[in-house]
């Protein structure tokens, strides 16, 4: 499907003028000056959303675009057309294409930023987003762990650390019964200390760090364990406890 939907998508900018030249682009209006990818996303994603296609196609299009292109500015427009007039997006095509391509072996280094900073750090669509890309499939990657199932499961895990404790909580406890995935869970609770709108209650934290088998000497795993047994929830409010854990744990 993914093929089909680069294809689709190369044949749509093709449509509009824009042709791929090595690795940069060239557009038909200005055929001596070459285009990075990021331009041209910025130049046509938007213009996906408004072709004259049922809006499952629009989306199938657009991650084609994401597929050429690996710009982060298309999932910005997919992201501005399901909170805008024209959505919300079928939730299949939206967020089958997230699974499928964060469970792929290529790179989705692009997706997990988009989840992270914008879907994740959004409280008005965190809880969803989260649901749709792990929550409500945690069980059966535990019980039957695939290849590609963990490979999506360690991907939203390790930027999860914006989603509200309370929302995925429950994913990181039943996460924690499969060893393969705590290291992406110890990513992920000390992103969850760590970023900027990070979210934990450093009790339940600490007590599913307890759970994890790591390797020893596994970096700023003692400085995450005391800063937790501390009470502290978040780096930046109160960043002088990190400080004194690091220095203690040295």
């Not at 049922?54 to 690996?70: E, I, N, T």
């Not at 930023?113 to 929550?135: P, Q, S, Y």
């Not at 404790?165 to 393969?180: G, S």
């Amino acid at each position: 499907m993914e093929h089909q939907d680069r294809e689709a998508a190369r044949r749509w900018l093709a449509d509009q003028g824009v042709s791929r030249v090595r690795e940069e682009w060239v557009s038909a209006e200005a055929p001596g000056a070459l285009l990075t990818a990021d331009e041209v996303a910025h130049a046509c994603a938007g213009d996906v959303f408004e072709e004259d296609l049922p809006a499952a196609d629009r989306v199938r299009l657009a991650f084609g675009l994401l597929d050429l292109l690996d710009a982060y500015w298309v999932t910005c427009e997919m992201r501005f057309a399901d909170r805008g007039a024209q959505g919300p997006l079928p939730a299949d095509a939206l967020w089958g294409g997230y699974r499928r391509r964060l469970e792929a072996e290529a790179d989705a280094e692009t997706l997990t930023h988009a989840l992270w900073v914008d879907w994740f750090e959004d409280r008005g669509t965190a809880a969803t987003a989260f649901a749709e890309v792990l929550g409500d499939d945690i069980e059966r990657v535990v019980a039957a762990p695939s290849k590609a199932l963990l490979r999506r499961a360690r991907r939203v895990l390790e930027c999860s650390g914006p989603v509200p404790w309370p929302v995925k909580e429950p994913a990181y406890r039943t996460a924690v019964r499969l060893p393969a995935l705590h290291p992406a869970l110890f990513t992920a609770l000390r992103a969850s200390y760590h970023d900027v709108y990070g979210d934990l209650e450093p009790i339940a934290a600490l007590a599913l760090l307890d759970r994890l088998e790591l390797p020893a000497g596994t970096r700023h795993l003692a400085e995450l364990r005391q800063v937790l047994a501390a009470g502290h929830e978040n780096h930046h409010r109160s960043p002088r406890a990190w400080e004194t854990a690091v220095r203690t744990c040295s």
